[in-house]
């Protein structure tokens, strides 16, 4: 197996960069800052990232089947046209609840886009790092970022076993997913929100998103929304 590299590709110091998506028909990253209220498509050629700016905070993105994306915007699922940055309500929960917002959002094999306000937070080990986003590899393993950890971990989910740790240069590591033209690629969010002017000194690559490569491991395709 070749050796690990890890590489910031996108340097936007989001304030809280999540929700990572491969969109391989445009050979992009897609990710969002939801506090920054943003959604971000970074492209391996140019190596820049197009951000879209929007109203509300934007906590995840998929793929649609029928092209461009949806977005999770606050208590909203939104349909988002990249090239005319026109952002559309699909539907709206919670309308009665203030100071809620969709926490993650993620898209089954059926094609059902499911997403959440509230979920349950479990201390995963001693050095009080927390689960957060993950992805599951074509050997039906499991990859997590560790939020406060600055690491992503591989699960096996039958037994429980880490078999194996990637530490990042980055404490808020946020979430993660397989992308590249083979889907061996690794990319990893980050978060910079609650760090002080000393954290951010010593790590000033918070908030990037970081590609990982050499694993030795590949991803499956993300699935799009069927509406």
Do not use: H
Not at 162 to 179: E, H, I, N, Y
């Amino acid at each position: 197996m070749s050796s690990v590299r890890i590489e910031c590709v996108a340097k936007e110091g989001c304030r809280i960069g999540e929700s990572p998506v491969w969109d391989e028909k445009e050979g992009a990253l897609l990710f969002v800052d939801i506090t920054g209220r943003k959604v971000c498509r970074w492209s391996p050629l140019t190596r820049q990232t197009q951000a879209i700016p929007v109203d509300a905070p934007v906590s995840s993105v998929a793929l649609r089947q029928s092209g461009d994306y949806v977005i999770t915007l606050g208590t909203r699922f939104a349909a988002l046209k990249w090239k005319e940055e026109l952002v559309t309500t699909i539907n709206q929960v919670d309308k009665d609840k203030v100071n809620t917002r969709f926490n993650d959002g993620k898209v089954d094999p059926a094609g059902r886009y499911f997403a959440g306000n509230r979920r349950s937070i479990y201390k995963l080990e001693k050095e009080e790092s927390i689960p957060d986003g993950m992805c599951i590899d074509t050997e039906g393993k499991l990859w997590v970022a560790c939020y406060d950890g600055g690491r992503v971990i591989r699960l096996d989910p039958e037994t429980g076993k880490r078999l194996q740790t990637v530490k990042l240069p980055v404490d808020k590591t946020t979430s993660c997913c397989f992308g590249g033209k083979d889907y061996s690629e690794m990319y990893v969010t980050s978060a910079s929100d609650g760090m002080d002017k000393e954290w951010l000194s010593r790590q000033p690559q918070a908030g990037g998103v970081f590609k990982i490569t050499g694993l030795g491991a590949k991803g499956v395709p993300p699935y799009p929304f069927a509406g």
